[in-house]
Structures are given as C-alpha cells and as structure tokens.
Nanobody, 122 residues
Framework: QVQLVESGGGLVQPGGSLRLSCAAS????????MGWYRQAPGMERELVARIPSVGNTNYVNSVKGRFTISRDNAKNTAYLQMNSLKPEDTAVYSC????????????????WGKGTLVTVSS
C-alpha cells in the first residue's frame, strides 16, 4: 500500500504564493507519474499538473506560467509551486501517484491523497 500525505495548503491573498508537498510512503518499488488535481466547489475534478518519471511535465492551461511541478525521487515527494495565485485557484488539491508496490506484482496502481485546501481570497 501507498500512503500520500499532502501539506502546504492554506489561505493566501491574490497574487501570493504557496508550495504544496506530497510525500509518498509504504512498500514502494517504483513510482511513475506524480500529479496534482484540484476540485473547486460545484466543479469537476481537473488535472492541474503532472510529472512523469521520464518525459515532459504537463499543465492545465489556466496555470501555465504560474505553477511549477517538481519531484524528488529520493524522497518520493512531489511539489507544486504556485505563484500569482488567483481566487479561481481556490480548491481542494489532491496528490495522485502511480506506483508499483511489493503487493502489486509489478503492476502500476493509482493512489490518491486526501487533499489539502487552498483558498485564495483577500
């Protein structure tokens, strides 16, 4: 099993910055993609940013140039640096990881964190 613990959410004024972290733990053999999703009240969940183990990162258009996703493979941790935050960025941000564990028999499985609330308001 994989446990994902997110941190770094909170209340920030428009134009401010936050840095989210997602630490993965458990019997992890390998992690492929790590990503951040968000869901605002009354809205569908959307992919914000994704970083594969190999290849290019991708972002939803609305955050390009403002958000940066990164990962520290040694720590099994993903980060989301969010700058120039806007009220429309307000949402619960959840971490998503595809990982192979000791129990998954070589198959990548998807895991989700519980989410952290980001509120952008003056």
């Amino acid at each position: 099993q994989v446990q994902l613990v997110e941190s770094g959410g909170g209340l920030v004024q428009p134009g401010g910055s936050l840095r989210l972290s997602c630490a993965a733990s458990g019997s992890i053999s390998s992690i492929d993609a790590m990503g951040w999703y968000r869901q605002a009240p009354g809205m569908e969940r959307e992919l914000v940013a994704r970083i594969p183990s190999v290849g290019n990162t991708n972002y939803v258009n609305s955050v390009k140039g403002r958000f940066t996703i990164s990962r520290d493979n040694a720590k099994n941790t993903a980060y989301l640096q969010m700058n120039s935050l806007k009220p429309e960025d307000t949402a619960v941000y959840s971490c998503n990881v595809w990982a192979i564990t000791a129990q998954s028999m070589g198959v990548f499985r998807e895991y989700w964190g519980k989410g952290t609330l980001v509120t952008v308001s003056s």
